[in-house]
Every structure is written in structure tokens, then in C-alpha cells.
């Protein structure tokens, strides 16, 4: 079974930029058709999809965040990482890392995702 564990600062203060890192075990992220997810919680709010990574590199948006944000992967190290740029109180939320058979674009159902990494608490404040 692929595992997945989310790392990163669980303090970003407003303006700055929020990174995480997802470091992937138990499978590569360049098998093919597998996809990797960024997804987040706001406190007392529902699932929201920020975007994805596919297995070839290929990258897609929510496009509600696409100015802010950036998937990239690190081959060498299994990991893939979310950038979101200009964060402000409400980009608090426990952000999470999936992966799914196939693109997932905009999907939040958990049945939509295999494997779920345990999510990682941001708080955005100074």
C-alpha cells in the first residue's frame, strides 16, 4: 500500500509564501495513471482541491487558487510539494496529499483517492 506523510511549517505568516512536501513510500509517483493531490480543510469547511500532479509531470489547478499556487515533484527524493504564494488567514487549513488512479481534477470525494497522507495543520497568521 502507498503511504504518503505530509511535512512543512505549521506557521506562515500573512504575505509569505506556504510550502509542503509529501513524501511518497510504497510506490513511485512516475507509475503510470497514478496521481497526486493537494487538498485542503478549512476549519469547520468542507473538502477543497487545489490541484494535481500526474505521473507524466503534467500539472492542473483549481482555478480559484491557480494565481497562488504551484505542484512540482522531486523524482529523486518520491516527493511531490504545493506552493501557495500571498497566503492570508483564510488559507488556514489542514492540508492533506492523496493519490488516485488517474486524474481526480476537482474531485474531493474521498472515494476519488486511494491513499490519503495523515494531513498537516497550517495556521496563516502573524
Known amino acids: 500500500q502507498v503511504q504518503l506523510q505530509e511535512s512543512g511549517p505549521g506557521l506562515v505568516k500573512p504575505s509569505q509564501t506556504l510550502s509542503l512536501t509529501c513524501t511518497v513510500s510504497?510506490?513511485?509517483?512516475?507509475?503510470?495513471?497514478?496521481?497526486w493531490s493537494w487538498i485542503r480543510q478549512p476549519p469547520g469547511k468542507g473538502l477543497e482541491w487545489m490541484g494535481v500532479i500526474a505521473y507524466d509531470g503534467s500539472t492542473y489547478y483549481n482555478p480559484s487558487l491557480k494565481s497562488r499556487t504551484s505542484i512540482s515533484r522531486d523524482t529523486s527524493k518520491n516527493q511531490f510539494s504545493l506552493q501557495l504564494s500571498s497566503v492570508t488567514p483564510e488559507d488556514t487549513a489542514v492540508y492533506y496529499c492523496?493519490?488516485?488512479?488517474?486524474?481526480?481534477?476537482?474531485?474531493?470525494?474521498?472515494?476519488?483517492?486511494?491513499?490519503w497522507g495523515q494531513g498537516t495543520q497550517v495556521t496563516v497568521s502573524s
Open positions: 492523496a493519490r488516485s488512479d488517474g486524474l481526480r481534477v476537482g474531485r474531493t470525494d474521498r472515494h476519488d483517492y486511494g491513499d
Open positions: 510504497g510506490g513511485s509517483i512516475t507509475t503510470s495513471y497514478y496521481s
